[in-house]
């Protein structure tokens, strides 16, 4: 299983009135992270739409259970993973962790395989995650 890893500095546009993050720069996290994730293993946007003609990969769900605060001023470290492959979906889990260790929070998305469908109302259809593309997050 490969991960990607980086660090987030809280700035002051991140937080509400209080100093603490704005619960949805998360879930911008998240996505960032689920991008550059992808891209570190060879399928950033342009390469899955060449290799294996996908149109993207929209979030089917998502959530997150905060542990500590994050303020003003944090270093965060985030950790994000492919934590399941199930045909047309799979989970992307994420950890944040404060520099001193303390867990921040657990967040996942649930994404789906999509492919271009014309004469569908969406334009989209699932289709199942080739295993050429799962196995470039096995080291």
């Known amino acids: 299983m490969r991960e990607y890893r980086n660090e987030i500095r809280v ?36 390469e899955m739409a060449r290799d294996f003609d996908v149109s993207g ?27 399941e492959w199930a045909g047309k979906t799979f989970t992307v889990s994420h950890a944040l962790t404060h520099a001193d260790g303390r867990p921040a929070l657990e967040g996942f998305e649930k994404r789906v395989w999509v492919t271009a469908a014309p004469d569908r109302p969406a334009g989209i259809k699932a289709v199942p995650v080739p295993e050429e593309a799962r196995a470039r997050f096995v080291d």
């Open 57 to 83: 990969m929209p979030l089917l769900e998502t959530g997150a259970t905060f542990r500590n605060a994050c303020r003003l001023g944090n270093l965060l470290t985030m950790a994000s993973h492919v934590s």
């Open 11 to 46: 700035e002051w546009a991140h937080c509400d009135a209080a100093g603490i993050v704005f619960y949805p720069y998360f879930y911008t996290w998240f996505d960032q992270a689920t991008e550059r994730l992808f891209s570190a293993n060879a399928l950033s946007y342009p």
